[in-house]
């Protein structure tokens, strides 16, 4: 099938379009390169043996998007494009709702325009605020606590009420938990601007010599040791489960929503000592106040996306560590190098 895959030059971007071209699909890629680099559709090209049409766009220049449709005439959309800093969101309100929100709805209205109505979107477990209990299944409450989150929580609406309205449309919203790592060449990975605000990147950044000690926030959570706990899923699987919800669409028609996340939480502690172990050395790290906004304990229960699309994790904690250092060690100044 042919894709349009916007923000398709970023970190989840560039793996889905590794794993779409390597099961068959054609990819065409918009992206403003706000937050990516040209190079990493480059070695997506290298890795798959295959090329991808790339158009320097904004999905805000509706003339632009136009365009695309007219001449590519996609099949179906894969829809990663935006912003998605927490703290950002906070600082910067309306641009989140400017980039995400209206970036969104001119990405519709060219959809329905050509009719393209295959629809997968990325949301994000930030949708169940803080879950009262988990793992988490798909229809547990919604509710958010920042901007960026809103905009993840409007788009879903919007998808629904798209849903009811215009029956043609088939959608499938992934919820993804907390993707890390890299694909297993360490040729493509994630490449975060100035300081990282997630612990993944933070603590390869760690272990390069770039950055002194691991900041834990938080040590009295309740959780087996104290410190966060989250549901880490390797970017490779989770790029796997964007190839199976375009092929699901082929056959289930409507919206559906699933949960993309292994299942198992690891608390802070634990990641760290997983690099560890990858690494055979200790990594240093202190102790900090919480992080405004964090909850304790958040994993997915993933069963419904296998039950559905045939879709499960396949890669563990040490697999994951060892793909985000292999990146890192490889590439320690992202694709700036
Ligand atoms: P990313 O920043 O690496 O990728 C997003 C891409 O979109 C970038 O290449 C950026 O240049 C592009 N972009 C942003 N605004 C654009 C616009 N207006 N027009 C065209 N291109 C634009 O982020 P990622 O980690 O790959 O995330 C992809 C999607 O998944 C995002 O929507 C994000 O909110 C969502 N998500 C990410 C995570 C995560 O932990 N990384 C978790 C849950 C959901
Ligand atoms: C964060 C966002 C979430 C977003 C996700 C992926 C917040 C509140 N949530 O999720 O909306 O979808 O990133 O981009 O920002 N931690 C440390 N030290 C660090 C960084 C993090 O101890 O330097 C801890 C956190 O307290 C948390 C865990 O590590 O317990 C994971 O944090 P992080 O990687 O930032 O992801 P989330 O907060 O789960």
Request: hydrophobic share 35%; net charge negative; proline share 5%.
């Amino acid at each position: 099938m042919k894709i349009l895959v916007t923000g398709g030059a970023g970190y989840i971007g560039s793996h889905t379009c590794l794993d779409l071209l390597q099961n068959g699909h054609e990819t065409v890629v918009v992206d403003n390169l706000c937050n990516a680099s040209r190079e990493s559709l480059k070695r997506v090209e290298e890795l798959s043996g295959k090329s991808i049409r790339f158009y320097e766009a904004d999905l805000r220049d509706a003339a632009a998007l136009d365009q695309i449709f007219a001449k590519e005439r996609p099949e179906a959309v894969i829809h990663f494009a935006g912003l998605k800093s927490v703290p950002e969101s906070v600082a910067k309100p309306l641009l989140y709702y400017d980039n995400n929100i209206n970036g969104t709805l001119q990405l519709f209205q060219c959809m329905q325009k050509y009719g393209v109505y295959r629809f997968v979107f990325s949301s994000s477990a930030t949708v169940y605020g803080a879950p009262k209990t988990v793992p988490i299944q798909e229809d547990f409450p919604l509710s958010v606590t920042n901007p960026y989150g809103r905009t993840k929580l409007m788009i879903e609406d919007m998808l629904r009420d798209l849903a009811v309205a215009d029956p043609k449309f088939d959608i499938v919203l992934l919820r993804y938990f907390n993707p890390i790592g890299a694909d297993i060449s360490g040729r493509i990975g994630e490449d975060p601007n100035g300081i990282p605000n997630n612990l993944v990147p933070y603590i390869t950044q760690v272990i390069v010599g770039k950055r002194e000690y691991v900041r834990v926030y938080g040590n009295d959570y309740p959780t087996p040791d104290g410190t966060g706990v989250r549901d880490y899923i390797h970017v490779t699987d989770l790029a796997q489960g964007h190839t199976k919800a375009i092929e699901y669409m082929q056959q289930h028609h409507g919206l559906h929503v699933f949960n993309l996340g292994t299942g198992i939480g690891y608390s802070v502690l634990d990641v760290i000592h997983a690099f560890e172990q990858v690494i055979g050395r200790e990594i240093p790290y202190r102790t900090m106040e919480r992080r405004p906004g964090d909850i304790a304990t958040c994993y997915a229960d993933p069963s419904l996306a296998e039950k559905e699309m045939g879709w499960k994790a396949r890669f563990g904690i040490a697999e994951m560590c060892a793909d985000a250092y292999r990146w890192q060690s490889m590439n320690p100044d992202g694709y700036g190098a």
